[in-house]
């Protein structure tokens, strides 16, 4: 008896198969290791969101209320709802993918689709395009305190367009890495990607709790 065709899924997901063990084996070379490793760390939950917690304490700028707000709260969406989908869809990883050197913490970490990493990054880039205008205002703040900060700013504005630029390259090099990496295949990559996308949007208009934020900070300073 003949074997049905594959379907249509069953075609995409071998085109995936052979595009991302070509661009693992023909690029891998080209970005250390260590570099990829790298940029494993800057986008783990584990690492962003402590690092953007501190941030928050840090700064004295309450007009990035609004911004932290919606990235401290989308942070933990994310986490949660790629949890959800790996566990729901189990796709392994790529044989290739040195699994030594990977840190697992949770069971869904053994699946690849989508990629946690990709969609992080590409929501933390969504905010910080959304949130232009706030960073905008930081930055004014920022300036009229003065000192060694004040005059990074300067007064043309330029650094918050420096900034977006600089988020937007490390999102993308951060997503290409996952393949080049061996650690998902393309269609988890750009899965990832489009998901923080939606993230972004969904965390900039509903995800705001900034006047309990800037009520909870008070507190904590004035311990």
């Keep these: 008896m003949a074997e049905p065709p594959p379907t249509l899924l069953q075609k995409v997901l071998t085109v995936d198969r052979k595009l991302s063990h070509y661009l693992h084996s023909k690029f891998h070379t080209y970005l250390p290791i260590f570099f990829l490793l790298i940029l494993e ?37 994310d986490i949660a709802a790629v949890g959800l989908v790996k566990i729901l869809f189990r796709r392994p990883r790529p044989p290739y993918n040195h699994l030594s050197s990977m840190s697992t913490p949770v ?17 933390v880039a969504a905010l910080v395009f959304l949130y232009k205008e706030v960073m905008e205002v930081a930055a004014v703040e920022v300036r009229e305190k003065g000192g060694v900060f004040g005059s990074w700013v300067g007064e043309d504005g330029k650094l918050v367009d420096v900034v977006m630029v600089g988020v937007c390259v490390w999102a993308v090099v951060t997503a290409v890495s996952r393949v080049l990496l061996g650690r998902h295949y393309f269609f988890d990559v750009f899965a990832g990607f489009c998901l923080g996308v939606i993230e972004g949007v969904f965390a900039f208009r509903v995800l705001r709790f900034e006047d309990f934020l800037s009520t909870f900070r008070h507190q904590i300073w004035s311990r």
Excluded: E, T
């Design 41 to 77: 760390i800057s986008a783990d939950f584990r690492f962003s969101f402590p690092i953007s917690l501190s941030l928050l304490f840090a700064l004295p700028l309450p007009s990035l209320l609004p911004f932290f707000s919606s990235l401290l709260l989308g942070l933990l969406l």
């Design 107 to 123: 069971s869904a970490d053994h699946f690849s689709f989508p990629s946690g990493h990709s969609s992080r990054v590409s929501f």
